[in-house]
């Protein structure tokens, strides 16, 4: 198969003929005008144009790693951002009010720090808990009650009982 001479051309848009086209209007070349139009393509995907777009997915990470959103400020804090509250005070007392501020907006505190041990519950609530309560919470987990077994052995030694008596 033999390429033609024309196809070899790539014409995509006027620009690529140069001032042929225009001259060949104002000098009214009928055959070369219509020539340099049929050599254009008329594929509408070749003269739009487009931008890639890339299809990678992203997730919330990248895209605060791409545009570098610190990390956000946490509402209650644990034992580890103890350290951090007290760095920012160093500051405070070190470099004053502007230290502290640059501290805690390149690494920024918790809101509220919740009291230990207390199974995430304010602490005026848990005093108010029972011991029992209290006690149930810090096993992660309530006791399942168990009245089959309490029936069974009271049955038990209710016929224990019968036969002790009988003899």
Known sequence: MQIHTLDKAH????????????????????????????????????????EEIDSSTTDEALLKKRFDVPT??????????YDNS??????????????????????PEPLSFQPTHTQGLSEDVYQNLSGHT???LGNGK?????????????????????ISVRL
């Open 11 to 50: 014409l995509i848009n006027e620009l690529q003929c140069g001032t042929s086209l225009s001259r060949a209007v104002v000098q009214g070349r009928r055959a070369d005008f219509a020539l340099l139009l049929s050599m254009l393509s008329s594929d509408s995907r070749e003269t739009s144009v487009m």
């Open 72 to 81: 956000a400020q946490k509402l209650t804090g644990s034992l580890d951002d």
């Open 86 to 107: 007290a760095a920012i005070a160093h500051q405070f007392h070190q470099g004053g009010l502007a230290s502290a501020k640059l501290h805690h907006y390149s690494s």
């Open 134 to 136: 209290r006690r149930q």
């Open 142 to 162: 309530p006791n399942p009650q168990q009245v089959d077994v309490l029936y069974n052995k009271l049955s038990t030694a209710y016929r224990k009982d019968q």
